[in-house]
């Protein structure tokens, strides 16, 4: 009985999140109210504050459940890839991209979070949880390309929080422009050599130049 609950309370979560996806999309994140969620999901207000404690939560897992964990990214690419950071970051890059070139699912959801996310009125609460995560993910990705560095696969001057803003804005920027015309280009025949562009960059950086000596002062003659 218990286990029969738990499922049904699971059913319940995943058509509010399915409601959410579909109002936001309609209506966008600022102008979608919770009682318009609830009718369409088929349940009261109540059942959606049982699960979630505001639209800034709601949105927060509608975008989560679209978040590939990066450990079914290592199941899917094999053996070896762990042991090889610059080819993980790669990986990672490339797969979001990739993801939402086939994904109907997610790219309305990217649509939602780019083009369809006003921060204003009971929705500017989700402005924070987007800047949180947005502050995670850039962590993340640094974190990779310090270990890069250290593992001589980039330059040992590389600047790992400017590399990660660049591939943080190379993903968030092709993704927002493709969502919004997805005939403009090819995303899906493009992700890779996109990725490789910006990586290749990254590994012909010059060296750091070494630290120079002052001049040593001039010694006066008696």
């Known amino acids: 009985m218990a286990r029969r609950t738990k499922e049904a309370a699971q059913e319940t979560r995943g058509s ?24 369409v999901a088929g349940v009261t207000r109540g059942a959606i504050y049982w699960h979630f404690k505001d639209k800034a939560d709601l949105f927060e897992a509608m975008m989560d459940r679209v978040t590939l964990p990066l450990e079914d990214i290592l199941a899917a690419a094999g053996d070896g890839v762990a042991a090889d950071p610059l080819a993980l970051l790669k990986l990672c890059t ?9 994904d109907k699912h997610l790219q309305r959801v990217f649509d939602i979070a780019y ?17 949180a995560s947005q502050q995670d993910c850039l962590r993340q990705i640094e974190k990779g390309f310090k270990a890069c560095a250290a593992a001589g696969a980039l330059p040992p001057g590389l600047n790992a929080k400017e590399a990660a803003l660049g591939a943080l804005s190379l993903v968030s920027g092709l993704i927002a422009n493709w969502v919004l015309d997805p005939k403009s280009f090819s995303l899906e025949r493009h992700a890779a050599s996109l990725v490789d562009t910006y990586f290749r960059g990254l590994a012909t950086l010059p060296a750091p130049k070494a630290a120079r000596r002052p001049p040593a002062p001039r010694r006066k003659k008696p």
């Open 94 to 102: 490339t797969d979001v991209l990739l993801r939402t070139a086939r």
């Open 16 to 39: 509010i999140l399915d409601a959410a996806e579909t109002v936001f999309h309609e209506k966008g994140v600022a102008h979608s109210s919770l009682a318009e969620i609830a009718q």
């Open 115 to 131: 083009h369809k996310c006003e921060y204003v009125g009971d929705a500017a609460n989700v402005r924070e949880r987007h800047i």
